[in-house]
C-alpha cells in the first residue's frame, strides 16, 4: 500500500475550484491550433510560470527553435494562477536549516538563486515597455513582512538571520531587520506575534502576470511557438525508429502524437503521474487560498506590503490536525481585498492532487487570520475560496536539469524537468525555467545557478529518496511529532 507521498497523482481534474485571480478568464485561456502539429522540437508540459520562462529562453535563444506547450487545462490555470500573489525569495527565513541540510555555499548559493529569481521576474516585464503588462498584473516592489506567532519560531528567525549575515555577500546583508512584538504592533498594526522580519519583496496578479507574457510571446513568436491547451499528456515513449525523423520522443495527448527532439516536465505537483520513478520523492500539496474583503481603505494595512506569518507546526493528538506554520497574504492596490492562505489539516488531506474540493478546516481557520492579527472592527468578508496543487520535493528544494535514463526508463539526451519548488514557485520558478533553456540550448550555467538543485543521479538515490524534510506528511496519520514546516 503506497503512502500519500507515493500516490499517482493522476492528470489534473477537469472541475477546479475558480480562483479569484483568473476572474474574467484571459482571451488565450483555452488556445489552441486550428491543427494539432505532428511534430516540433521542443514541447514543453504545463504552461505555468516555468513553462513560460523555458520557452521564452529558448524562443529568445534560438531564432530556428520551434516549440509546443500542452497545457491539460486553460492556460495558467495550475499553481501558477491559484497562489499568494507573492514574488519573494524563501532563503532568509530558511537559511539556518539550509546551512544544516546542505552546507554554508550551497545555501548561500541558493539564497543567491532566489533573490536574482526576483529581479529576473521584473526584468523580463521590463522586455515589453511598449506593453500594458505591469500596470495589468500590477507587480509591484513591496516591503515582506514575516511575523512570528510564537517564540521559538522568532528565535529560529534570530538564528537564521546571524547565520544570513555572516555568510552572505555583502550587497545583502543588513537588507533584512527583525522587530520586536511593540514594534511590530506600533510599526506594522500586527496583534498577537511575539516579532517579525522586515525586508524587501514584491507583489503581483500572477494570472495576469504569465498570461500578459505568453500573449507577449505569441505575437512576437507567432511562428514558432504553439500552445495547446486542454490537451492533457498521457504518455511519453521513445520514437519508434521508423518515426525518428520526426523526433527522439513521442509525446501522446487527447488530441494526438506530437513528435520532439525534447521534452520538458513543468508539471510540479503532477510530475509523478508521467515519471512514476518521481513518486515518493516529488509530490502533490493541496493549498488553500482565499480573498477577503475587510471593507477597510487600503492604507490601512498597506498595499505596498506582502505579510507571511510563521509559527511552529502543531499537530492535535486527538484529531490529527496539523496546525498551519505558514500563511500569506498580499493586498489588491485597488479594491483593498486580501489574498490570504494556509492550512490547518490533516497530513492525508494536504498530500492531495485534487483541487476541485477545498480543505475544509483551513478554509474555516484562515477566516479567523485577519481578525487575530488585526484590528478589524468587523468580520471580513470572504469573496472567494479555492484551493490549488502545490509540488513538493522530498529534500525541500526545486529539482532541475536532464532527466537520466534511471528516472525516465528511456534512452537518455533530451527529458528535462523543473519542478519541486515547495510551496515558493514565484521564489524559483522564472530562474529555474531559464535555466532549463540555457541548458538544453548547451549553454554553461554552473555559474549562475545551484548545482544542489540538479536531479544528479546521487540526489535522486540520496536526499530525494531518505530526505527528512517534510517526513511529518510521509504517513496517513500522525505517530509523533513531526519535524515539518507545515
Known amino acids: 500500500m503506497p503512502t500519500p507521498l507515493e500516490r499517482d497523482p493522476g492528470l489534473p481534474v477537469p472541475d477546479p475550484t475558480v480562483p479569484f485571480w483568473q476572474l474574467p478568464p484571459h482571451s488565450l485561456a483555452s488556445v489552441s491550433s486550428k491543427k494539432f502539429q505532428s511534430s516540433t522540437d521542443v514541447v514543453i508540459i504545463g504552461s505555468g510560470m516555468t513553462g513560460c520562462s523555458v520557452a521564452k529562453g529558448l524562443l529568445d535563444g534560438d531564432s530556428k527553435i520551434r516549440i509546443t506547450v500542452l497545457e491539460a487545462r486553460g492556460l495558467a490555470s495550475g499553481a501558477t494562477s491559484r497562489n499568494g500573489g507573492h514574488i519573494v525569495s524563501p532563503s532568509v527565513g530558511d537559511f539556518a ?50 511575523a512570528y506567532a510564537d517564540q521559538e519560531a522568532f528565535n529560529n528567525a534570530q538564528k537564521s538571520l546571524q547565520l544570513w549575515n555572516k555568510h552572505m555577500p555583502s550587497k545583502r546583508k543588513d537588507h ?84 520532439a527532439s525534447h521534452v520538458v516536465y513543468c508539471t510540479n505537483g503532477f510530475t509523478s503521474h508521467l515519471l512514476p520513478t518521481l513518486r515518493g520523492k516529488l509530490f502533490p500539496f493541496r493549498g488553500t487560498m482565499s480573498a477577503q474583503d475587510l471593507g477597510l481603505s487600503v492604507p490601512n494595512h498597506g498595499a505596498d506590503r506582502s505579510w507571511s506569518l510563521l509559527s511552529t507546526p502543531h499537530v492535535d493528538e486527538k484529531s490529527g490536525v496539523r496546525s498551519a506554520s505558514l500563511y500569506y497574504l498580499t ?40 481578525p487575530r492579527h488585526f484590528e478589524t472592527p468587523d468580520p471580513p468578508q470572504m469573496k ?17 536539469g536532464r532527466l537520466s535514463a534511471e528516472v525516465t526508463g528511456r534512452r537518455e539526451g533530451g527529458e528535462w524537468i523543473a519542478a519541486g519548488f515547495n510551496g515558493y514557485g514565484t521564489g524559483y520558478c522564472y530562474s529555474c525555467g531559464l535555466a532549463i533553456a540555457q541548458m538544453l540550448l548547451g549553454k554553461d550555467v554552473s555559474g549562475w545557478v545551484p548545482s544542489a538543485l540538479t536531479i544528479t543521479k546521487e540526489r535522486f538515490q540520496g536526499s530525494l529518496s531518505t530526505g527528512k524534510f517534510w517526513d511529518g506528511l510521509v504517513g496517513p496519520s500522525v505517530d509523533a511529532e513531526p519535524r515539518s514546516k507545515l
Open 384 to 400: 472567494s475560496l479555492w484551493s490549488g496543487i502545490m509540488g513538493f520535493s522530498r529534500d525541500g528544494i526545486p529539482m532541475i
Open 97 to 146: 536549516e539550509l546551512v544544516e541540510c546542505f552546507g554554508v555555499k550551497a545555501a548561500v548559493d541558493i539564497a543567491e538563486f532566489t533573490l536574482n529569481n526576483i529581479e529576473m521576474t521584473f526584468d523580463a516585464v521590463g522586455e515589453f515597455p511598449e506593453s500594458s503588462l505591469a500596470k495589468y498584473s500590477k507587480i509591484r516592489p513591496t516591503t515582506k513582512v514575516l
Open 331 to 370: 493586498q489588491d492596490p485597488d479594491t483593498g481585498y486580501m489574498m490570504l492562505g494556509g492550512e490547518y489539516e490533516k497530513p492525508e488531506d494536504l498530500v492531495c492532487s485534487d483541487d476541485s474540493k477545498v480543505n475544509s478546516r483551513s478554509a474555516e481557520e484562515i477566516s479567523k487570520v485577519l
Open 176 to 259: 533584512f531587520k527583525l522587530v520586536s512584538s511593540e514594534e511590530a504592533k506600533t510599526e506594522l498594526g500586527l496583534h498577537n506575534v511575539v516579532g517579525a522580519g522586515i525586508g524587501p519583496g514584491a507583489a503581483v496578479w500572477p494570472y495576469r502576470l504569465w498570461c500578459g507574457l505568453w500573449s507577449l510571446l505569441l505575437d512576437r513568436y507567432h511562428d514558432r511557438l504553439a500552445i495547446e491547451t486542454f490537451t492533457p499528456v498521457h504518455a511519453v515513449a521513445d520514437a519508434p525508429a521508423t518515426e525518428e525523423r520526426l523526433g527522439r520522443y513521442v509525446v501522446k495527448t487527447s488530441r494526438g502524437e506530437v513528435g
